[in-house]
DNA sequence: AACCTTACGGCAAGCGGTTGCCAAAAGTTG
DNA sequence: CAACTTTTGGCAACCGCTTGCCGTAAGGTT
C-alpha cells in the first residue's frame, strides 16, 4: 500500500501546498505510466474509460494542470497565437483585439499581443523572435511590404488584417463599397467639392481608399482634393482640419475616425460649423463616434467580428480539417453609418 | 574538419530553410559546448571575450532564436506575465494595458492579456491555469475577495491595481481625494444636493469612493443620495440619469466616465441641459471624455503609467534586488480636470 | 620553480510532457 | 480451444535549454 514511492511527497488532500504536481504524480496516484495520462488527457478514446476515469480523479484531486511549456517543448506547439497590431493606443485595434481575444479564449489558445508601433521593422522583429512561441500570427494593418509578407506567410502560418495578401489568407472590410457609399451620401447631400484627407502613407487601406476615392469621385464629376498625410490620431486632427479647409471642399471622408474627431474638435474651435460649413466622414466607427460633438458620420464595419473571422481562418490553417481548403479570404461588410457630421452643402 | 558530425543538417549560409537552429547548431558551428553557448546568451561575464564573440557571430549567422519554451522548462521561468482586466473592452483598462505593455516590452517580457468578464471565477481560473505559464500576475480592479487574494498571493507573485489589498503590492489611485476634490468643486458651485452614482457592488474601488462620498458630503452638510448599482457601461446611462433626476439631486459623481457618458447622452435626449440643470462628474478620464458633449469634467489619473508603476512593483518581485525591499504600495495622484459638464446650480 | 587561485568550458542530469514502438491483455472467430 | 486481431498501457527516447559540479589551463605568489 506504499502510497507515495520515489519521491518523497505525499499527495494528500488538495496538495496545493507542495510544488506544483507533475504528470508523474498523477501517473502516481492512478497507478499508471505517465505516458497514459499523457493519452487519457489528449486522445481520451485511446484509452479504457475506465482507467480514464481514474486518471481523471487523480488529476483532479491533485488539482492538476499540465505545463504548457512542457508541451509545447516536446510537441512542438504552443498554443499561443500572437496578434500584431500597429498601435495599441488606437481604439481601432481596440475593435479588433477584442474580437481575437475572445475567439481564441473560445478555442482555449493564448492571445500574445505585439505593438509594433507602426514600424515594419518591429513587426518583422516580432515575426521573427516570436516564431518559437507562437503557433501562428495575426497581422493587423501589417505595414511590411508585399514581398516580406510572402517571405514571412511562407515559413510560419499567419492571417492579414485590412492588408491584402496573396500569399496569406486576409481578412478585409470591404472599403470599395464604403467609399462609394460615402462618396453617394455626400453627393446626395449636393457637395461638389470633396477631400480626402490621408492617413499613413504605409497603411494598405489607407491606399485603398484613396484609390477608390479618386476613381468613384472623379467618375462623379466632383471635384477632389487631397490633404495629408497625417498619423491617425485626435492630435493631428487640428493640421488636418486647417488644411482641409482651406482647400475649401465641403464635404471630407477622412482615414478614420480619430483624425475626424480632431477634425471635428478643431472646427468647432474655429468656429466652422459641422455639418453646415463642411460635413465629415470618418472611418472605423470607433468608441466615441457616437457621442463626439457633432456625432459622426462614420463607415461601419463588425471590426469586432472581423477579429473572430481571422482568428478563425488561422485556427483552420493550424489544425487542417479534413475536407475543405481553408478560407482564403473573407471580406467584412461595411454600411455608412449616418449621424450629425454631414448635412447639405452649403449654398 | 568535420563540420556536422552527429546530424545530418548542413547549417549553411543563411540556415532559414532548414528547421529553425537550435543551440546545438550554435555550439557546433562555434566549436565549444552547448552550455556554453547557454552561458554566453544569459550570463556573458561567465565566459571569455573571445569565445562569447564567435558564439554570438554564430548564433547570428544562424539567426538563432532561443526557445523560450524550452527556457522555461529548465529554468521553471516563463519570461511573461498575466494582466487580468475585468472587461477588455472598458476603455478604462485599454490605458492600463498600454502601461503594462508598454514596461513589460521594454523588460522584454511577453504580456499575456486576460478577460475576466468581471467575474471573480474566470479571475480565479485564469490564475489557476495559467500559474505554469507566468511568472506573475497583475490583477487590474480584482474581483477577488480579500481571502482569495490573501490565498493566491502567497502562492504566485501578483500585483493589484485599483484593489487595496494587506497580502500583496498595490498600485492604487487616490480615490479619496479625488472625491473630495469633486465634492469641493460641486460645492464652489452652489450644488446642496448631490448623488452618487454606483458602479458595480464588487468593485472595491466603487466601495472606496460612496465611502469617502458619503463621509466628505456628510461633513459639508450635503444631502446625499445613492443610485445603482449600474453595470459602468454608456448603455445603462439611461437608466442612470433617469433615476439621478429622480432624486432631485443637481450634481452627481458618477463611478466611471462610461456610465457618465451615458448619462450625458440621456440628458441631451430628455432635454435636460447638462451643466445648467445637472452637473456631471465622471471618474478616469478615458478616451472620449474630452470630446463628449459637453466634455465632461472628470477626475483623471495617471493611468497609463499606474499600469507600467504595477508592472516595476512586480517585476521587482520577481527579480529581488539587492538591497531595499520593493515597494509594496504605490498611489497615482489625481486631480480634477474640469470640463462643461459641471457649472453652477440651478437657482 | 613549485604551488595556489581563478577563470573558463564541458559533462550530464534534469525540466514536464509527448509519442513511436512494442508487449500484454482482451476480444473474435472458425 | 487455438490462432488471430484489436485494445490498452508501458518503455524510453526525445523536445531545446539550463545549471550544478568538476577538470583544466592560465595567471599570480613567494
Not at 30 to 41: E, F, H, I, N, Q
Not at 261 to 289: C, E, N, T
Not at 328 to 337: F, K, N
Amino acid at each position: 500500500m506504499a502510497d507515495s514511492g520515489t519521491t518523497g511527497r505525499n499527495p494528500k488532500a488538495g496538495a496545493q501546498r507542495d510544488r506544483p504536481p507533475t504528470i508523474r504524480d498523477v501517473a502516481e496516484l492512478a497507478g499508471v505510466a505517465t505516458s497514459t495520462v499523457s493519452r487519457a488527457l489528449a486522445r481520451p478514446e485511446r484509452v479504457n474509460p475506465r482507467t480514464r476515469v481514474r486518471i481523471e480523479e487523480a488529476a483532479a484531486q491533485l488539482n492538476y494542470v499540465p505545463s504548457s511549456q512542457a508541451r509545447g517543448l516536446s510537441s512542438g506547439r504552443t498554443n499561443a497565437v500572437a496578434v500584431l497590431v500597429p498601435d495599441i493606443t488606437n481604439p481601432f485595434y481596440f475593435d479588433i483585439i477584442r474580437g481575437t481575444q475572445h475567439q481564441l479564449k473560445a478555442a482555449g489558445v493564448t492571445q500574445l499581443l505585439v505593438d509594433t508601433e507602426e514600424s515594419s521593422d518591429m513587426e518583422l522583429d516580432a515575426l521573427h523572435k516570436m516564431r518559437k512561441s507562437a503557433d501562428g500570427f495575426i497581422l493587423a494593418a501589417s505595414r511590411l511590404t508585399d514581398a516580406q509578407l510572402a517571405e514571412v506567410s511562407q515559413s510560419q502560418p499567419l492571417v492579414t488584417f485590412n492588408r491584402a495578401s496573396t500569399s496569406a489568407p486576409t481578412v478585409m472590410i470591404d472599403t470599395p463599397s464604403a467609399i462609394i457609399q460615402a462618396l453617394e451620401h455626400l453627393a446626395s447631400l449636393g457637395h461638389h467639392k470633396v477631400c480626402y484627407v490621408a492617413g499613413p502613407p504605409t497603411s494598405w487601406s489607407n491606399q485603398m481608399r484613396w484609390k477608390v476615392f479618386e476613381e468613384d469621385a472623379t467618375k462623379r464629376g466632383m471635384e477632389i482634393h487631397r490633404i495629408g498625410p497625417y498619423t491617425p490620431k485626435t492630435t493631428s486632427g487640428a493640421a488636418a482640419a486647417d488644411a482641409a479647409v482651406r482647400t475649401g471642399a465641403t464635404g471630407c471622408i477622412v482615414f478614420n475616425d480619430l483624425l475626424a474627431i480632431g477634425m471635428l474638435q478643431r472646427l468647432k474651435a474655429r468656429g466652422i460649423r459641422v455639418p453646415a460649413d463642411m460635413s465629415i466622414i470618418g472611418s472605423d466607427d470607433i468608441f466615441g463616434a457616437d457621442f463626439c460633438n457633432p456625432p459622426l458620420t462614420t463607415i461601419s464595419s463588425p471590426i469586432e467580428q472581423a477579429g473572430r473571422v481571422a482568428v478563425s481562418m488561422l485556427l483552420a490553417q493550424l489544425n487542417p480539417l479534413s475536407g475543405s481548403a481553408p478560407r482564403q479570404l473573407a471580406v467584412m461588410p461595411t454600411h455608412l453609418t449616418i449621424r450629425e457630421s454631414t448635412g447639405p452643402a452649403p449654398a
